[in-house]
């Protein structure tokens, strides 16, 4: 039987321990990394957001509110029962005329018992019950539309970190990318030093660029882990995860519409306008009660009694007797008919300030949607002159190249053309980014944020 060669066995030894090694390395990588799509960041960012789950519960809390205010409008209706032991006392007896000895007209009973049930309903206050209802309605509607609002907040945010996530990723390629062509720079420049053809000191400065470019490279795979970092808290998953943005996110084509039409959206749209100016009627029903607070307040009750013994049965005896009772009141502070109207100052001016509130925030929104329209189109432009500024370093890089190999230029052109390329490539990148963020700012501004997703 023929001997398997000595180096043989090292060589096979040898790719199977890569194999092994490269096993859990590949399975790690695999575990690790996350290609994530828009929709998919979206989801799971809104799933597991701790400021979306506060603003659930400030709307349960306002949806509470509410329910607390239709309950106070019900009846009152109490049920009443009471047992007490008297101490004993002598029988009180009177002695009548012609009577030769006192007679006891009302026994003594020690044990005391009752069992009752009242009701009573507020029939007119003023109409400071209608309008606190309507108040309240309108409270737990605006918290509606901010719970909206923050939810539209929060995607933005997510959007944000993406897009910035994307640019620091592109960057990083980019470097990589020139490193190799770098690499590859030395390795030429290196040969023609041995056949004389350049200095040393033009190798020293490609390995200088190679130096330079291995910086920019470790401060952008830096920003990239806080970045990735930060984005996986937000999105509630394991922060060593890496995060690869969807390419088809950065090339995603936005139909926009005309600037008179976003501001006639947001006119309708902006949650926390109309938010505000929910807010803003809650205000005015205050204003009302408060005016209408001088009024009288008429209340009807009624009650019922079981009682052992029951006082109004004379003479009382030792047994339950069912009597009842019904009534009407009317109640009014005659001196709020002039210190009423410090109050109805005072909401005034409550309502006043909400009123102009909403007039401020409108032209705020305004201001919003016209800025950052104009942001999406000085976007779109940006990228038409990136694309330019790409191609015209690339061809410049060529030429400075070509020049320099026929000793027409020095090192430092060559080297500042092949900077100019990549900054050039780095800034489209970012350009590209930029766009996305400036459409979803813009709809977002217009109140159409959370129809995109």
């Known amino acids: 039987m023929n001997k398997i060669p000595e180096h043989m066995i090292k060589k096979i030894r040898s790719l199977f321990f890569v ?28 799933d597991s957001s701790k400021s979306l789950k506060i603003s659930q519960a400030k709307l349960q809390m306002a949806q509470a509110k509410y329910d607390q205010a239709m309950d106070a409008t019900l009846p ?41 049930i009242s009701a009573s309903e507020t029939i007119f206050s003023g109409f400071r019950l209608k309008y606190a209802k309507e108040s309240t309605n309108l409270l737990n509607d605006a918290a509606k539309f901010e719970f909206v ?49 350049v200095t040393q000191n033009d190798l020293l400065r490609w390995k200088l660029q190679q130096s330079n470019l291995e910086l920019t490279l470790l401060d952008i795979q830096n920003n990239l882990e806080v970045a990735n970092y930060n984005l996986n808290l937000q999105l509630g998953q394991n922060p060593e995860t890496k995060i690869e943005v969807d390419s088809n996110a950065i090339t995603t084509f936005h139909t926009v519409l005309s600037l008179q039409e976003y501001m006639d959206i947001a006119a309708k749209n902006r949650n926390d306008l109309t938010a505000a100016q929910i807010r803003s009627n809650a205000s005015f ?49 005659l001196i709020s008919i002039y210190s009423n109207k410090h109050n109805v100052d005072e909401y005034q001016s409550l309502y006043v300030q909400s009123k102009e509130g909403v007039n401020i925030l409108s032209d705020a929104i305004k201001v919003d949607v016209n800025q950052n329209y104009l942001n999406y189109n000085e976007a779109i432009k940006r990228i038409q002159v990136m694309e330019r500024s790409v191609v015209q370093s690339e061809e410049n890089l ?49 109140g159409n944020l959370q129809k995109e997703f």
Do not use: M
């Open 76 to 116: 009152i209706v109490k049920l009443n029962a009471n047992y007490t032991r008297l101490s004993d006392i002598e029988a009180p007896k009177f002695l009548f005329p012609g009577a030769s000895e006192p007679v006891s007209l009302f026994p003594v009973y020690l044990n005391n018992y009752s069992v009752g």
């Open 19 to 46: 194999l092994i090694a490269g096993l859990p390395l590949s399975g790690f990588a695999q575990q690790k990394s996350e290609l994530l799509s828009v929709n998919e960041l979206i989801k799971t960012g809104l």
């Open 285 to 333: 029903n205050n204003l009302q009660i408060a005016k209408n607070s001088y009024l009288p307040r008429i209340t009807i009750q009624g009650e019922a009694l079981d009682a052992r013994p029951n006082s109004r049965y004379i003479p009382p005896v030792d047994k339950f007797n069912s009597t009842w009772a019904a009534g009407i009141t009317f109640n009014w502070d």
């Open 149 to 197: 609002k923050d939810r539209e907040d929060i995607i933005f945010n997510l959007l944000n970190a993406y897009f910035n996530l994307n640019k620091l990723e592109s960057s990083e390629k980019v470097i990589q990318e020139n490193l190799k062509q770098t690499a590859e720079r030395i390795r030429e420049t290196e040969l023609a030093e041995k056949n004389g053809l």
């Open 398 to 446: 060529r030429l400075t190249d070509s020049r320099y190999k026929n000793s027409l230029v020095i090192l430092s052109e060559l080297l500042e053309a092949n900077n100019l390329v990549i900054q050039s490539k780095i800034n489209l990148a970012i350009a590209r980014a930029d766009l996305q963020v400036a459409y979803y700012r813009l709809i977002k501004s217009a």
